[in-house]
T-cell receptor, first 117, second 112 residues
Framework: AQTVTQSQPEMSVQEAETVTLSCTYDTSESNYYLFWYKQPPSRQMILVIR??????QNATENRFSVNFQKAAKSFSLKISDSQLGDTAMYFCAFMSLIIQGAQKLVFGQGTRLTINP | NAGVTQTPKFRILKIGQSMTLQCTQD?????MYWYRQDPGMGLKLIYY???????DKGEVPNGYNVSRSTTEDFPLRLELAAPSQTSVYFCASTYGQINEQYFGPGTRLTVT
């Protein structure tokens, strides 16, 4: 069974700083996808970034980038020039395909990130 | 498009009561999912559906039932509510195998 571990329950940085959130996972599969989701106080789950395991290049979306180390099964999220609106819970998620192409998302426990003014 | 909508937003149940959480999507997605999120935890898959008439169990299905009579709707039924079912419930949908899941706003359920 796949597991996802986020070892930092809480983090806090000053606005405009760079912050890195850690995530490790365990799987025997070779073809899978990894995601970072953001959950602000509104509770809405918002996709931040995704990474296909077969791609060696790290994904980037504006101020968000990942450091994907497949051999180490590590998938960290870097937020550059952090903004007050980045304050949220961040979840790392592993996706594999199950029956008839449906997705199985396994989530980590989350990291609560606070951006201070 | 409204995306994925869920009703109600909040609900308090007494032990042993039953209720149905509604989920509707207007994006013509074939795959739909139900998750629960316990306090301080990530989401766990309860049930999923690959299309109308086809459903299957996820990681934590006990105490729940689902049906999928149309592409748009995927209701989650709680029978004999228990305090362990106190949680936030999210519905999600996606089109195709590897596309992003779109989440609804969630339903906060308390069983006392």
């Amino acid at each position: 069974a796949q597991t996802v571990t986020q070892s930092q329950p809480e983090m806090s940085v000053q606005e405009a700083e760079t912050v890195t959130l850690s995530c490790t996972y365990d799987t025997s599969e070779s073809n899978y996808y990894l995601f970072w989701y953001k959950q602000p106080p509104s509770r809405q789950m918002i996709l931040v970034i995704r990474q296909e395991a077969y791609k060696q290049q790290n994904a980037t979306e504006n101020r968000f980038s990942v450091n994907f180390q497949k051999a180490a099964k590590s998938f960290s999220l870097k937020i550059s020039d952090s903004q007050l609106g980045d304050t949220a819970m961040y979840f790392c998620a592993f996706m594999s395909l199950i029956i008839q192409g449906a997705q199985k998302l396994v989530f980590g426990q989350g990291t609560r990130l606070t951006i201070n003014p | 498009n409204a995306g994925v909508t869920q009703t109600p937003k909040f609900r308090i149940l007494k032990i042993g009561q039953s209720m149905t959480l509604q989920c509707t999507q207007d994006m013509n997605h074939n795959y739909m999912y139900w998750y629960r999120q316990d306090p301080g935890m990530g989401l766990k898959l309860i049930y999923y559906s690959v299309g109308a008439g086809i459903t299957d169990k996820g990681e934590v299905p006990n105490g729940y039932n689902v049906s999928r009579s149309t592409t748009e709707d995927f209701p989650l039924r709680l029978e004999l509510a228990a305090p362990s079912q106190t949680s936030v419930y999210f519905c999600a949908s996606t089109y195709g195998q590897i596309n992003e899941q779109y989440f609804g706003p969630g339903t906060r359920l308390t069983v006392t």
